[in-house]
């Protein structure tokens, strides 16, 4: 999947492998008080979310700049990029298939 976000406020979230509306994976990229981003994501299992991953980013344009969002999910591999530089990569076997959609979620 590949989307352009801007930060207005807070954060933008995404949601991938939705099996249905209570089991999904999902990530956020997140303004940090002061300057910096973090990249967090998590999984929905049953409707409980559960224990965050998070990890600061160094990478990201200026508060207030659009940027191009590219995930990949190929089996249990994930990847996400911003405008094209890699910003993390991780293994999860818990949702082995499923859809992906951009949430839209600003806050």
Same mark, same amino acid.
């Not at 989307?3 to 999902?26: H, K, P, Q």
């Given at each position: 999947? +590949? =989307?352009?976000?801007?930060?207005? $406020?807070?954060?933008? #979230?995404?949601?991938?492998?939705?099996? $249905? *509306?209570?089991?999904?994976?999902?990530? #956020?990229?997140?303004?940090?008080? *002061?300057?910096?981003?973090? /990249?967090?994501?998590?999984?929905?299992?049953?409707? @409980? &979310? *559960?224990?965050?991953?998070?990890?600061?980013?160094?990478?990201?344009? $200026?508060?207030?700049?659009? /940027?191009?969002? %590219?995930?990949?999910? +190929?089996?249990?591999? =994930?990847?996400?990029?911003?405008?094209?530089?890699?910003? +993390?990569?991780?293994?999860?076997?818990?949702?082995?298939? *499923? +859809?992906? @959609? =951009?949430?839209? &979620? %600003?806050?």
């Amino acid at each position: 999947m +590949e =989307f352009l976000t801007r930060i207005e $406020n807070r954060s933008v #979230t995404w949601v991938f492998r939705a099996a $249905n *509306g209570s089991d999904y994976l999902m990530a #956020t990229l997140v303004a940090l008080p *002061g300057k910096g981003y973090a /990249f967090t994501r998590r999984a929905v299992m049953q409707g @409980v &979310a *559960g224990a965050a991953v998070s990890s600061p980013l160094s990478i990201l344009p $200026n508060s207030r700049a659009a /940027f191009t969002v %590219r995930m990949r999910a +190929e089996g249990d591999e =994930f990847t996400v990029w911003v405008d094209g530089q890699k910003i +993390e990569g991780w293994t999860d076997a818990r949702m082995p298939t *499923g +859809e992906s @959609v =951009f949430k839209g &979620a %600003r806050r």
